[in-house]
């Protein structure tokens, strides 16, 4: 299998994502193989942290003190240019269809992929 | 052919100095004497989970402290959904046979067993533990984020939204055993304090103690014959970032796959009993199953039709939104409640006519569903 590409999960600044070499299915999720066909190793590329807001939620109340330091932050839905969808923060005031690129901002002791309005 | 042959359900709130087991032996002893039987006469037993006193074999747990010594017993964990998972489980496993009376039972000490924070806590996990839940999501985030895409695509307000909060204190204002019982309005819901938003803290239900439990027999054991009529799931996802679009959830498809199953319409059902975490969750699910037109549920709830004496009574306990929420027993007390609806039962709260229910259970993020309708015959 070929060598897993660090994201943001693994603390770098990037965006991961996973395309099938048999089917073109794009997967968010990271796993070995593909959801959609069952083949193996689908490749990973970094995206390119386009998208356009799906849905967001702006949290005011938080369960753990570490995430009540930020309140009130905004969970966003983003419907990434490579054809999937993620979760992350974004700025206030984003509206649904808004187009927007990724940054990273420190969130709860991690460094989480945030959204602003593209200029 | 399966029946509800007994139902038990103790109030919602605070139970102080209530385990959970407490909480479930009391449900289940409800049950128990509702359907005439005894201890010994049960030889099956479904439990849900308690997120208070986890354990990894509740129903053995259970079954030794109530005293049974069932011939098949396990646990059932699918969320919201778990309750009419087991209901729909034990239809079937008397059907097959393998049990002659089931007894379903559910209950935790939820508000005053933990901290609310370490039950918020507890509850976002269901969110993906690398791509979520490192974000800082709560449940109501999650619903949130639904709610924000199902208003944009269908031009359902906040203030729509809080009718159904509306409508459902009203209910629980004529149960006893609801956890709340002071009237609100639409600008009580507007103006309670932000959560997620759209979601406001009336728009959530809230952390409760309680218990529900049923039994499912073969035969009936009295007068009063609630059948089973037909049941059927769908499971489209596990985490909201991975759901389909607001037009494919799995709502739409158990209600099909139940239709069919039970050879029943939407035009045939008297009662709903729909699964309500949050507002939107009962709008979205209310129009997913045919209850009402795309972006119409709210309407209806202002014209009454969802009222005890409207054309479609819904959830007259007052739901998981005031009758209370104790994790798997909440969803539980819709059914005790479309059960004693079907069998006259209902005190002040009496509909019409009760005939046919339609039950609806929602687990996760609108991720996994139940469909179900029972039937009262004579």
Redesign the interface.
Known sequence: MSERLAGW?MGEQAVIFQTCSACGHVQ???RAFCAACGESNPREQRASGKGRV???????????P??RA?V??N???VDCAEGF?????GEDGLA?GDSVIAGFKP??G?L?PFFAKEK | MSFITGVGLTSFGKHDGSSSLDLMSQAAQAALDDAGLKRSEIDGILCGYSTVSPHIMLATVFAEHFGIRPSYAHAVQVGGATGLAMTMLAHHLVEAGVARHVLVVAGENRLTGQSRDASIQALAQVGHPDYEVPLGPTIPAYYGLVASRYMHEYGVTEQDLAEFAVLMRAHACTHPGAQFHDPITVADVMASKPVAMPLKLLDCCPVSDGGAAFVISRERTGEAGVRIRGCAQAHTHQHVTAAPALSKLGAEISIARAKEAAGIAISDVRYAAIYDSFTITLAMLLEDLGLAGRGEAAARVRSGHFGRDGAMPLNTHGGLLSYGHCGVGGAMAHLVEAHLQMTGRASTRQVRDASIALLHGDGGVLSSHVSMFLERVA
Request: charge should be positive; proline fraction near 3%; hydrophobic fraction near 50%.
């Open positions: 999960t968010y999720f990271h799906y849905a967001t939620s702006l949290v005011c109340r938080a369960a753990t570490e995430a930020h009130p932050y969970i966003v839905l969808r993620m979760m992350a923060h649904i969130f709860a991690k989480v």
